[in-house]
């Protein structure tokens, strides 16, 4: 009797146990998959299978990173930075705690592109600045002393020129084309680390940081914002498409520690190539300026105002015969587009506004009381006209200028300093100045370099006042000042 209640007990759990598992095979059929048994049943496992990893198309970098290294140069500058040492009499020191402020030579890394087989390379202006020697260093190891053509602190853009010919080049790519989600490589020297590739994608276009807004002239900002991994050394070099063709120059990184921290932004090549061309036909950027002070439209702003579409750039004034006011552009007018392209914000119109030359006429899109109309405006310089304006340190001043070295700085007492090497008709000649003078400073900033003088006149507006100080050879100090 109690052998058939252990038999009869095991047969109830295991047909409890085969129940149990019919029940969940039933319960967990996926809801794509058809039951058992039907004739559909392949279907399921054929979409299965066009999801293998075989059949997905990854992008490939290698001819964009090939074609690019090559083209990327090492940038290495020498200046001179000051410092402060004992007075050589350590008695004196220790009661009084004398320290005598000394030149000391420093040394800067960057990056550079090539964007031309004669030589001429471009960097950032942050790169180079204030440097006495410029070195550049090729992808083959070839080693060439720089010059530098012309530099624009506004855009943090140089140009260096290196005496060679039949070196490889990037050719610009369309920088507007660019698409949010685009695959981007920076080619460039982090950390002195030659020939570095990293990828990533474009994460928004036409950034304003305002890193530049203690600048003398408002900055010019649209930058490309990417997720490709940028550190220090990485500044003036390259970012290519996928193609290889260079789209945007590598300047800043946004991180609370100096070091690549998610965020790295590009110079867009629509500012890049037309600075470039200025740099090098004119040594100096010609910018075209539509004379209207904006507010960009938020929702708040469309609110207040009654706007209908948060859309375009509101004119908040407009300069007096400035070419907004000229082609009848009014006060409350809100902006959409120039030569088609929209803009919506301040950056968007920097970033078309650097395309054109003062001269250069545009269409100009306006909504006014809810009616959109196309305005032709021509655009003007800074000065109010339309002419070219030639920013050059030897036109300028009348003169041609040399380095000084360690000694004669030394003699005459001085931390910097632009000798005056000839004179020929010009403000320098005006004033007074005889040649042999060394200029130590201009409106109070320290000028190294021949490049220091055009960076620093370039920052004063036109007829603003030029001060310079300086010393003669005998060791005479004089002061001169002229306007613009």
């Given amino acids: 009797m109690k052998i058939r209640n252990i038999f009869f007990s095991l047969f109830i759990a295991v047909a409890g146990g085969i129940a149990a598992v019919c029940i969940y095979a039933r319960v967990n059929v996926p809801p794509d998959r058809p039951s058992a048994g039907t004739s559909s049943q392949s279907v399921y496992y054929a979409a299965l299978n066009a999801h293998e990893p075989s059949d997905v198309v990854f992008p490939d970098f290698t001819y964009a990173a090939e074609k690019a290294v090559h083209c990327v140069v090492h940038v290495k500058v020498k200046s001179m930075g000051s410092a402060y040492g004992g007075s050589g009499n350590p008695i004196y020191d220790f009661f009084y705690g004398y320290r005598e402020p000394r030149q000391v030579p420093r040394e800067g890394y960057g990056s550079g592109v090539i964007i031309s087989e004669d030589g001429y390379i471009v960097t950032n202006n942050h790169v180079i600045d204030r440097a006495n020697e410029i070195e550049v260093t090729l992808n083959d190891k070839r080693v060439f002393s720089a010059t530098l053509v012309g530099a624009d602190p506004n855009t943090d853009l140089a140009l260096l020129k290196v005496d060679e010919t039949g070196l490889p080049f990037l050719t610009y790519g369309n920088s507007e084309a660019l698409r949010v989600g685009e695959w981007v490589l920076a080619v460039g020297n982090p950390y002195n680390l030659t020939s570095t590739v990293t990828a990533g994608i474009i994460s928004a276009k036409a950034r304003h940081l305002g890193i530049y807004s203690n600048r003398q002239r408002p900055s010019i900002e649209a930058f490309i914002q990417t997720d490709a991994a940028v550190n220090p050394g990485n500044s003036g070099g390259a970012l290519v498409n996928t193609k290889g063709d260079l789209v945007g ?31 090098k036909e004119y040594g100096s950027v010609q910018r075209a300026m539509l004379g209207i002070y904006t507010q960009e439209i938020t929702s708040e702003f469309a609110r207040d105002k009654k706007i209908t579409k948060i859309e375009g750039i509101y004119v908040e004034n407009v300069v007096e015969d400035g070419a907004a006011a000229t082609a009848g552009i009014r006060e409350g007018d809100i902006v959409k587009a120039l030569n088609g392209v929209p803009v919506n914000s301040y950056a968007e119109l920097q970033e078309q506004l650097s395309k054109y030359r003062p001269n250069d006429q545009i269409e100009v899109a306006i909504e006014r009381d809810n009616k959109l109309q196309q305005l032709k405006v021509t655009l003007k310089n800074e000065e109010g006209n339309t002419k070219i304006i030639k920013i050059d340190s030897s036109d300028i001043l009348g003169a041609k200028f040399e380095g000084i070295n360690e000694r004669d700085k030394r003699i005459l007492r001085i931390q910097s300093g632009v000798r005056v090497k000839e004179l020929n008709d010009g403000k320098l000649k005006e004033i007074g100045i005889k040649s042999g003078f060394v200029i130590v400073r201009i409106n109070d900033v320290p000028v190294h370099s021949v490049g220091d003088v055009r960076e620093v006149l370039s920052n004063i507006e036109p007829q603003g006042r030029v001060m310079i100080d300086g010393v003669y050879p005998n060791g005479r100090v004089a002061y001169y000042g002229f306007a613009k």
């Fill in 249 to 279: 120059i590598n300047a800043v990184i946004a991180s609370q520690t100096g070091s690549y921290s998610g965020n790295s932004f590009a110079i867009p090549t629509t500012i890049v190539q037309k600075v470039i061309a200025d740099l």
